[in-house]
């Protein structure tokens, strides 16, 4: 998961996203996760890997969040939720896991075992889980991914539930913790893979402007 960008003047307006944005919502996540360790697991390539993170996040939308999550963009940032209510839908499903074979190519098979592996670590307790959050690195700073983050975590508290997240990279984690999360520990994914750190977030009680 890209990290957030914590610091951020005028903050951008969140909307929502639908399956015709998912071409540019891909080359956004493309760039945002360009440098994170797990993407850089699946897609070693390095040439290859900007193309192959586009279809990846696009296909992610389109037959996955799209219908079963709550899904927001910026015009440099985008976000994808798991409502409480849609905990079953926030694995992949098989058609998307094949689609998404064809994109991974030769990493498929360990992208299944770690989805898979993480998914073993997702809470009981209901809640709203935070699938992806990625910002383009040209406007860090700007209140991208921040503005997308708040407008997930105002929806929790409204509904007095938890969120919970994997980063999968180190300089996330001091971000998220500023806005409330918690480190719950780590899970290493399969075959050397890299490692996971689950985040759980506390829902904050409603205050009256």
Known sequence: MSIPDAQETARPTPTAATADDAAAIG???????????????FFPDEAA????????????LTRQYVRHGLCEHTSAA???WVP???????????????????ILGDRASLYRESVAAAAEHG????????????ADPAVQG???GSALLRSGLARADEAGLPVYLESSKPANLPVYEHFGFTVLGEARLPDGG???WPMRRAPRPRTDA
């Not at 493309?30 to 440098?35: N, Q, T, Y």
């Not at 079953?88 to 896991?97: F, G, I, N, Q, S």
């Open 27 to 41: 080359r956004t996540l493309a760039l945002a996760f360009d440098d994170d360790p797990m993407m850089r697991w």
């Open 49 to 60: 890997r900007e193309a192959g993170l586009g279809r990846y996040f696009a296909t992610l």
């Open 78 to 80: 985008a976000s994808f």
């Open 84 to 102: 409480p209510g849609a905990q079953d839908k926030a694995l992949p499903d098989a058609e998307t896991l094949a689609e998404l074979s064809e």
């Open 123 to 134: 809470p009981e307790e209901p809640h709203w889980y935070l699938a992806v959050l990625g």
């Open 142 to 144: 700007q209140g991208h």
């Open 194 to 196: 890299p490692t996971l």
